[in-house]
């Protein structure tokens, strides 16, 4: 049987409104179970935090628990990994952090490719890291510690929370940018590079703002600079790094991604509740107690960030020599 061409043609508009019906449909029935959100480090570190309070927000938004699972170890590989393999629905996310971006240049026999393997969702934060020392060491500026460097080739130590880790790499890339010789001091973690920094046995050191304010602010450590482009509100009178080093910029950032193949309503889904979770004033102040600055945009934005920051760690751990342990 012949159809009209009206006919015809309603069909032919009907069958190409059904892939977008049926998006709407699945970003409308998106979450219909919990969703989890996987963290690459152990519970009550600064990761975590930020985890539990985006989490929180976007269980209220989404009308679905969302639980954070921490699967520490292997510099937050085995994390990443998980969330690789698991089903690309919007269920399983990934808590995302310079490590990941580092990561992705620093070894060389992993199993996936963080940057073909994981979609952006969206950026959540940006956190300064500040450079101290220990108030025995007389310099009282970025400038002063580079002349007492250069006049001490090998002679201070500067203390990191890890091979690899965002604050090592830091330090590297202000080695590299300055021309020092400062000998870098690895510890399993940055819990334990603050307690021999305030005890004289490191003089130097890159840490995340939130870990050293309270130190700074009681006289035990000396902050010469935080390493964003501009100054922190947390410490209003301290310069900022590129001031003294033009073009440095190291922070610690935050975002949330999910397995490739992720449907993109779901994404977009995931984009809009998380964007209008951190401009929340009460999420906002919370962001800003762990020494944050909200940091928003589209899925684009954030892998446009994610691959700045891989080429930029890529060449600073190539040139240092920076190898895993």
Known sequence: MKLPRRNVLHLAVGTAVLPAVSRIARAQAYPSRPVRIIVGFAAGGGTDLIARVIGQSLSERLGQPVIIENRPGAASNIATEAVVRAAPDGY?????NPTNAINATLYDNL??????????????MRVPLVLEVNPSLPVHTVAELIAYAKASPGKLNMASAGTGTPLHVAGELFKMMTGLDMVQVSYRGSGPALVDLLGG????????????????????????????????????????????????????WFGVGAPMKTPPEVIDRLNGEINAS????????????????????SPADFGVLIAKETEKWDKVVKIAGVKPQ
Do not use: C, W
């Open 201 to 252: 046995q490191v003089q130097v050191m890159f840490d995340a703002l939130p870990a050293s304010l309270g130190h700074i602010k009681e006289g035990r450590l000396r902050a010469l600079a935080v390493t964003t482009t501009v100054r922190s509100q947390a410490l209003p009178d301290v310069p900022a790094l590129n001031d003294f080093v033009p073009g440095y910029e190291a922070s610690t």
């Open 278 to 297: 951190v401009a929340d004033p009460k999420i906002t102040a919370k962001l800003a107690d762990l020494g944050g600055l909200p940091f928003v945009g």
């Open 111 to 124: 199993n996936f490719n963080f940057i073909r393997d994981i979609a952006p969702i969206a950026s959540i």
């Open 92 to 96: 399983t996310l990934l808590l995302i």
